[in-house]
């Protein structure tokens, strides 16, 4: 269990070069060539040597100003969804016996179509210790009572499916590739720990280990 939350990981991992970090300047457009590579933001270009997507596989293939055939295919598809995410205290969207209440709760019923409906006990989840039990559902803020909403947000997760499988698969086909490297979650799981896995098999193709 980390302390503080899944966030608090961050601030550590990146201590050491966090003066580095630009905030606030989103790339608009990636151009490769045989010597490197040329990065577009808001404050101009720059000129690398190499470069290394951690981001969604949508947001990647977006900034690519030619992607190949090959990452068309495998990142076109691993693609993402956005979720209705709703932070709130109304313990009717956990199941009816509080003995079968898990880190994760969904909700079965609905269409082939429909989006995932899942509550998470955020108390149990992050080890909160309250009288008050926290959840954050999915796609469900209908059926949430308004009073006792606490925080809306808007994310997007990774979407599974047999050509997603098939496209992870893949990784060793475009990475390395006219300069370019890719990681993030996606190319597992979804899970935060998939992310680091993923970002340490990039940096090991550099002959970087921990």
Not at 155 to 165: C, D, N
């Amino acid at each position: 269990m980390i302390q503080g939350g899944s966030r608090s990981y961050v601030e550590p991992l990146t201590a050491s070069f966090r003066e580095r970090i630009r905030l606030s300047c989103p790339v608009t457009r990636v151009k490769r060539d045989r010597e490197g590579v040329t990065l577009h933001s808001a404050m101009g270009s720059e000129r690398f040597d190499k470069v290394v997507f951690a981001c969604h596989s949508d947001q990647a293939l977006a900034l690519l100003a030619q992607p190949s055939s090959a990452e068309q295919s495998i990142l076109g598809a691993l693609r993402y969804a956005e979720n209705d995410v709703v932070l709130h205290t109304d313990t009717r969207l956990l199941p009816k016996r509080k003995l079968a209440w898990a880190s994760w709760n969904y909700r079965l019923g609905g269409g082939e179509q429909q989006s995932a409906a899942v509550t998470y006990d955020m108390n149990i989840l992050q080890g909160i210790e309250s009288d008050t039990t926290f959840c954050v559902s999915l796609n469900q803020t209908s059926a949430i009572d308004p009073a006792k909403i606490l925080g809306r947000y808007r994310y997007a997760h990774p979407q599974y499916s047999l050509g997603a499988i098939a496209a992870q698969a893949r990784w060793e086909e475009i990475n390395g590739v006219d300069n370019t490297w890719y990681c993030g979650a996606y190319w597992a799981n979804g899970f935060h720990e998939d992310g680091v896995v993923s970002g340490l098999r990039v940096a090991q193709a550099f002959g970087e280990t921990l």
